[in-house]
């Protein structure tokens, strides 16, 4: 859906939900629950403190709904709720294994250019993008991510939101955003590489 008819459509369910309309609760979540138990399952990577986590943002969503300003778009508004609820229960238990992104970042010679060969996949990834062993590869590798780097490349990529409503998001700067993004990007590029490299070897 364009962003502005999204926008519109949001605007009269805000308008429903503040009002106590019939039918405004169950049009929220049919909107937005998938989405949100996704963003929260790739934050917390554990389907039932995901569960929670949607549960406690929907009932803020609505206990909040008349302290919505109308600063950003209401959808924004939900995704922040979502990411500040998951990162408080991260920060309440301890983090699971995450890898360092840096150890598969491509290393670059004095002269700005790849010290090693850079595998060209896109024809490769083309040929399997149906194959479901690669979705789960790609959700593999985004889940090793660390929570900094993995929120923002599901809210962009995932999600489909611009550096703009990212930023607004995780209140960082458009630049962060996207520096953050680049890493990501790079590092799930390195491992479907070598991924798909091993597996034309076997």
């Known amino acids: 859906m364009p962003a502005t008819d999204r926008w519109k459509e949001d605007e009269g369910l805000l308008e429903r939900l503040r009002k106590g309309a019939p039918g405004a609760v169950e049009e929220l979540l049919r909107l937005y629950q998938g ?4 963003l929260a399952m790739s934050i917390l990577k554990n389907e039932s403190d995901a569960e929670e986590a949607t549960q406690d943002v929907f009932m803020t969503v609505i206990r909040k709904v008349n302290t919505f300003k109308g600063n ?5 508004w939900i995704y922040r709720i979502c990411v500040n609820t998951c990162l408080m229960r991260l920060r309440g238990r301890r983090r699971g294994d995450t ?3 840096e150890d598969f970042m491509p290393v670059f010679t004095e ?3 790849h010290a090693s060969p850079v595998d060209d996949w896109s024809k490769e990834v083309e040929r399997k993008a149906l194959n479901e ?7 593999k590798f985004t889940e090793e991510l660390s929570e900094k780097y993995r929120v923002v490349f599901v809210l962009s990529d995932i999600e489909g939101l611009s550096n703009e409503e990212t930023a607004k ?3 960082m700067s458009v630049p962060a955003v996207k520096s953050r993004l680049h890493r990501a990007r790079l590092y799930l ?3 479907l590489s070598r991924y798909l490299q091993e597996g034309k070897a076997d």
């Open 111 to 113: 002269e700005g250019m």
């Open 189 to 191: 590029r390195e491992q």
């Open 72 to 76: 950003s778009a209401f959808y924004s």
């Open 169 to 171: 998001i995780l209140g």
């Open 99 to 101: 890898v360092a992104i």
């Open 35 to 38: 989405k949100i138990f996704s």
């Open 133 to 139: 062993e690669l979705g789960k590869m790609i959700r």
